[in-house]
């Protein structure tokens, strides 16, 4: 079967023409399925019923269920948790910000990475999600809010450059003007630092924002976090984000969890100071999220306010990550986690 919620604007106009239906079905199947969002064949009522039935025959709607929501009371944050085809599932988190709706999606279910602070990875990569089910996720939260979203962040389990073909088909279309039609410009893919898929992303022309998840400023703590560290030095991923940087021009975002005792101190900061210094980029620092397999705890406030400090004293523009929806779940993976294991309890 085909899986059409994958099919670029491209191959769909082939795939109507195969079936001997006139062109512009296509663009009206691509709006049913990408700007509006349907979820069944029977919605489309603009295309006649013998080509719904043909379409029923040939190729596969599975559009990921919303499984539960949990709103947050502190800001808004909605969390959803959504069941794909095959009974697995993944977490998307819809924010609101003053500059728009952002959508913090899943690009796999699970991970392989292995960073010691992360819940995502707990239980290893099951597998890829395709390009279908990861645009699915932004138009199950577009249609169960009845609002835009005007900003995606690839920030949720996995690490997207682990999926990397249907990573770019995503952004591709999600960007299409036949879709959602969101301006690359207000993409974000965040990454463990894969070195050459990011070479790989520098020649794609894409005008997406990279962020990189650093969390220490030298290698030796690097490779205790997160054990991806040891297949890229520090110095190796910097050189492919500058070589990003000279291609697209987008400032570069640097994710720094803090972490109480291990990362924290002023020494480091100093030393992150200095790695980053002269960069166009944006350092993110987020107090870690405990997760129940560790044992970390997060920086305090006045310290985290102190490492802020000492990064700016070098011009370095700074943001402590607001929390948002703490009270729902906060850590990544929490959710999917503990559904996965409910099921097997089942
Ligand atoms: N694999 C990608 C994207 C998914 S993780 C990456 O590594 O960037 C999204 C971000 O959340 C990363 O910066 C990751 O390091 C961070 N993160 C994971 N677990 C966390 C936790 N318990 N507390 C704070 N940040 C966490």
């Known amino acids: 079967m085909t899986d ?12 109507v023409r195969a079936l001997g239906e006139k062109p512009y079905r296509a663009a009206q199947l691509y709006s049913w399925l990408h700007a509006k969002g349907a ?5 489309m009522t603009n295309l006649p019923k013998t080509f719904r039935e043909t379409l029923a025959e040939e190729a596969e709607l599975s559009v990921p269920e919303i499984r539960t929501v949990q709103e ?6 909605r969390k959803y948790l959504f069941r794909l085809s095959d009974g697995e599932y993944v977490e998307s988190v819809f924010m609101r910000y003053h500059h728009g709706n952002s959508v ?3 690009s796999q279910v699970g991970c392989r990475m292995g960073c010691t602070f992360c819940a995502s990875t707990v239980l290893g990569l099951t597998r890829n999600l395709t390009a279908g089910e990861m645009l699915a996720q932004i138009y199950g939260i577009s249609r ?13 389990t996995g690490e997207p450059l682990d999926n990397y073909d249907n990573l770019v088909r995503f952004l591709r279309m999600v960007s299409d003007e036949h879709g959602l039609n969101i301006s690359e410009r207000n993409l974000t893919v965040s990454t463990c630092g894969l070195v050459p898929e990011i070479k790989r992303l520098a020649g794609e022309k894409l005008m997406i924002n990279l962020a990189l ?7 030796a ?10 297949a890229y030095p520090i110095r190796e991923i910097l050189a492919a984000l ?17 972490i109480r005792g291990v990362n924290d101190s002023m020494d480091q900061a100093e030393a992150l100071a200095r790695l980053l210094k002269r960069r166009n980029c944006l350092v993110n620092l987020i107090p870690v999220n405990p997760v129940t397999e560790n044992d970390y705890r997060e920086t305090r406030p006045a310290e985290a306010a102190a490492f802020k400090k000492k990064l700016e004293k070098y011009g370095i523009n700074v943001t402590i990550r607001r929390e948002m929806g703490r009270d729902i779940d906060g850590a990544c993976g929490q959710l999917r986690k503990r559904c996965t294991e409910m099921d097997a309890d089942l």
């Open 242 to 258: 500058d070589s990003y940087y000279s291609v697209n021009r987008r400032r570069l975002t640097f994710e720094y969890s803090l």
């Open 221 to 230: 703590l690097r490779r205790r976090l997160m054990p991806v560290a040891k």
């Open 104 to 106: 913090c999606i899943s």
């Open 39 to 43: 979820v069944s064949f029977s919605e």
């Open 213 to 219: 998840s650093l969390h220490a400023p030298d290698d």
């Open 144 to 156: 169960d809010t009845g609002e835009r979203v005007s900003n995606v962040v690839v920030m949720g």
């Open 72 to 77: 947050s009371k502190l800001d808004g944050t």
């Open 4 to 15: 059409l919620l994958s099919m670029n604007f491209g191959e769909m106009q082939e795939f």
